[in-house]
């Protein structure tokens, strides 16, 4: 079992940026490829970006690509996603995400919302 606490959310005006940290329970977060997803209101959850074990891949969506960045330190069982360049269209939930085969874990989430 893993679990994964989210912060760093919050209001900001567009064109700012945010850090949102997921610090995650349990001695294997190595193990497990960790993603961030959101939900905007009234929509499905989307990826927004992965990063391997070792992190040496990412993976972005495309809308994110350039502003984004994910990174995880593995020996404080803690991944990042820094937001810059932020956009009203970023508003949503974000969710922390941990995989490992079968496995798939999920945060509480945390809001971020953009101001025009």
């Known amino acids: 079992q893993v679990q994964l606490d989210e912060s760093g959310g919050g209001l900001v005006q567009a064109g700012g940026s945010l850090r949102l940290s997921c610090a995650t329970s349990?001695?294997?977060?190595?193990?497990?490829?960790m993603g961030w997803f959101r939900q905007a209101p009234g929509k499905e959850r989307e990826f927004v970006a992965s990063?391997?074990?070792?992190?040496?891949?990412?993976n972005y969506r495309d809308s994110v690509k350039g502003r984004f960045a994910i990174a995880r330190d593995n020996d404080k069982n803690t991944v990042y996603l820094q937001m810059n360049s932020l956009k009203p269209e970023d508003t949503a939930v974000y969710y922390c995400?941990?995989?490992?085969?079968?496995?798939?874990?999920w945060g509480q989430g945390t809001r971020v919302t953009v101001s025009s």
């Open positions: 349990g001695r294997t977060f190595r193990s497990y490829v």
């Open positions: 995400n941990a995989r490992k085969g079968p496995d798939n874990y």
């Open positions: 990063i391997t074990l070792s992190g040496s891949s990412t």
